[in-house]
T-cell receptor, first 115, second 109 residues
Framework: GAGVSQTPSNKVTEKGKYVELRCDPI?????LYWYRQSLGQGPEFLIY????????DSGLPNDRFFAVRPEGSVSTLKIQRTERGDSAVYLC?????????????FGPGTRLTVT | GIQVEQSPPDLILQEGANSTLRCNFS?????LQWFHQNPWGQLINLFY???GTKQNGRLSATTVATERYSLLYISSSQTTDSGVYFC???????????FGTGTRLKVLA
């Protein structure tokens, strides 16, 4: 079946603008995760959803970042008043939940550049 | 928070050589995965291995949960094995992954 998809693949925006990044998880996966990867680093956790609710948002860097998953499938990561330091690749992952396996599957990422 | 240390940070091999990559955790983890990040940035699942040993073709992995480390073995390396290898684990009681800084592997023809 289809893997995790993310749109857009690339986003260039000006400092101060608002952006939305979209993630479509693998069908049937109830858990969805957002990570951010800066150049030369490993991915860093931002937030994870179990169903529609944010189960852990401890990785969101500040209140400019917000994510939703209103119907328990597609998720949108929203960044307000973007700053140059927000430039990174934003990765989405999904997994089954409530089973003995929590293997996460990653999408191709959205490369965000803030100019 | 939990620290994930990967070694070596960089590795250059001739095609056909074998290698061992190591991942140490500063505290216990529930879930553990190994990934290969290809040159296009895609994270490819290699193993989900919170404990025990698994093998898949030329790759195998072993996790010793009680000692908080995991090993990834690559045998008969190929140029297509080049890229960055990450391990990641979720601290006890959570499901978020903490990633290591990766091992950058280059396999020469």
């Amino acid at each position: 079946g289809a893997g995790v998809s993310q749109t857009p693949s690339n986003k260039v925006t000006e400092k101060g603008k608002y952006v939305e990044l979209r993630c479509d998880p693998i069908s049937g996966h109830t858990a969805l995760y957002w990570y951010r990867q800066s150049l030369g680093q490993g991915p860093e956790f931002l937030i994870y959803f179990q169903g529609t609710g944010a189960a852990d948002d401890s990785g969101l860097p500040n209140d400019r970042f917000f994510a939703v998953r209103p119907e328990g499938s597609v998720s949108t990561l929203k960044i307000q008043r973007t700053e140059r330091g927000d430039s990174a690749v934003y990765l989405c992952a999904s997994s089954l939940f409530g089973t003995s396996r929590y293997e996460q599957y990653f999408g191709p990422g959205t490369r965000l550049t803030v100019t | 928070g939990i620290q994930v240390e990967q070694s070596p940070p960089d590795l250059i091999l001739q095609e056909g050589a074998n290698s061992t990559l190591r991942c140490n955790f500063s505290d216990s983890v529930n879930n553990l995965q190994w990934f290969h990040q290809n040159p296009w940035g895609q994270l490819i699942n290699l193993f989900y291995i919170p404990s025990g040993t698994k093998q898949n073709g030329r790759l195998s992995a072993t996790t010793v949960a009680t000692e908080r480390y995991s090993l990834l073995y690559i045998s008969s390396s190929q140029t297509t094995d080049s890229g960055v290898y990450f391990c990641a684990g979720s601290p006890t009681g959570t499901y978020k992954y903490i990633f290591g800084t990766g091992t950058r592997l280059k396999v020469l023809a």
